[in-house]
């Protein structure tokens, strides 16, 4: 598809990034094609590239190719007519990872601890204001997991390890120490939420 629309605007010189290894390296020659199938489909491919003065491709793999699943996620959801002017999309890096911003935010929002409704009913079997009874069941089922020590809560993992629980400021502390202590395995978010669990914090 991205070959047909790079032909229909009239550009030269093409990089190509494929996250199916099979198909990328048939394609550069490197591994035969048996599948008939992909031998059509190959036929096709060398044939629309000699529109280009240089075309190359790469395999990219899939956890690595974020960029092009956002834009086709973006794609799906956004309809443009041929006469509407498409603005560039505006995007920036930031020096922290997400999950920090969000913690950021969460700050400047939050009145009390995100555990705070839970804090109460396990300490005084208090409910919040104006809570109806599907949010006190609810309420319930949740605290069950949930023990208090002196003034510090702690969530109960399925094997009885108990977690502390902690408020947005420390937790950005947490994540920024975890994260600077793994970033050099290029840890993903599910490796650094085990890291923290595993030091005892929820």
């Not at 959801?77 to 911003?101: F, L, R, Y």
Request: include cysteine; proline fraction near 2%; charge should be negative.
């Amino acid at each position: 598809m991205g070959i047909w629309t790079a032909i229909d605007r009239e550009i030269k010189v093409f990089e190509v990034y494929g996250d199916s290894a099979l198909v990328i390296y048939q394609l550069k020659g490197e591994w035969e094609t048996r599948d008939p199938k992909l031998i059509s489909y190959r036929k096709l491919i060398l044939e629309l590239i000699e529109d280009f003065d240089d075309i190359t491709f790469h395999y990219l793999p899939q956890d690595e190719n974020q960029m092009a699943d956002t834009l086709a996620t973006l794609v799906s959801m956004i309809k443009v007519s041929e006469q509407e002017d498409i603005k560039p999309i505006q995007m920036s890096i930031c020096e922290a990872p997400a999950h920090c911003c969000n913690v950021e935010e969460e700050e400047e929002r939050d009145d009390h601890l995100w555990y705070h409704d839970i804090l109460q009913y396990v300490k005084s079997r208090a409910y919040p204001d104006q809570a109806t009874e599907n949010d006190k069941r609810t309420l319930r089922r949740l605290a069950s997991d949930y023990v208090l020590d002196g003034e510090v809560l702690y969530k109960k993992r399925n094997d009885q390890v108990l977690l502390r629980c902690v408020d947005a400021v420390e937790a950005k502390k947490i994540l920024e120490e975890v994260h600077d202590g793994v970033c050099g395995t290029h840890a993903n978010d599910f490796t650094m939420v085990r890291q923290i669990m595993r030091f005892g914090y929820y």
